[in-house]
T-cell receptor
Framework: EADIYQTPRYLVIGTGKKITLECSQT?????MYWYQQDPGMELHLIHY???????EKGDLSSESTVSRIRTEHFPLTLESARPSHTSQYLC??????????FGPGTRLTVL | KNEVEQSPQNLTAQEGEFITINCSYS?????LHWLQQHPGGGIVSLFM???GKKKHGRLIATINIQEKHSSLHITASHPRDSAVYIC?????????FGEGTQLTVNP
């Protein structure tokens, strides 16, 4: 069983609010990823990190930002949430280019 | 054209049937993954393979590198197999995903 956690699991919030989605893993993986998935659609990579103090933007442009101050923690922040940010956000981690382990996801709804 | 294409998009089967889901890709890859996503959204990695065939319980995954094609087979399907099955490829260090196949197995 993968030890990767996301909080909150569900979040409903008003437009303009700042939000942070948490992701943590206890496997010591250097690589971590954030994916965005709209209902019925494929996953898209929005951010990734190869280690502490390393962050890169993914294939899908996103207004969110990430940080990687500790190996086990990879939070994603939206400074001002908008309805267009409504989606599911999935965090994952891997060791080198091996199998990725996914968190349970955060379903975000912005009203 | 997507770099990873799956077929079919939707599949309905009766319990006990043998199921095949196909995945074709158009880029060079170092590995191919089959993932299972349940209605609640959680994703589980089923297989990661770069050649040949792997088997885990009732699930079998094959890959043909020359033809850039992979198949996921489910033998003796069961209603609890109902989920979205996603093919993804590792190209560089990142995953590229197919759109998924929605499988429904009826009792």
């Amino acid at each position: 069983e993968a030890d990767i956690y996301q909080t909150p699991r569900y979040l409903v919030i008003g437009t303009g609010k700042k939000i942070t989605l948490e992701c943590s893993q206890t496997m010591g993986h250097d690589k971590m990823y954030w994916y965005q998935q709209d209902p019925g659609m494929e996953l898209h990579l929005i951010h990734y990190s190869y280690g502490v103090n390393s962050t890169e933007k993914g294939d899908l442009s996103s207004e969110s930002t990430v940080s990687r101050i500790r190996t086990e923690h990879f939070p994603l922040t939206l400074e001002s949430a908008r309805p267009s940010h409504t989606s599911q956000y999935l965090c994952a981690s891997s060791e080198y280019d091996n199998e990725q382990f996914f968190g349970p996801g955060t379903r975000l709804t912005v009203l | 054209k997507n770099e990873v294409e799956q077929s079919p998009q939707n599949l309905t089967a009766q319990e006990g049937e043998f199921i095949t889901i196909n995945c074709s890709y158009s880029v060079g890859i170092s590995a191919l993954h089959w993932l299972q996503q349940h209605p609640g959204g959680g994703i589980v990695s089923l297989f990661m393979l770069s050649s040949g065939k792997k088997k885990h319980g009732r699930l079998i995954a094959t890959i043909n590198i020359q033809e850039k094609h992979s198949s996921l087979h489910i033998t003796a399907s069961h209603p609890r197999d109902s989920a979205v099955y996603i093919c993804a490829v590792t190209s560089g260090s990142r995953l590229t995903f197919g759109e998924g196949t929605q499988l429904t197995v009826n009792p």
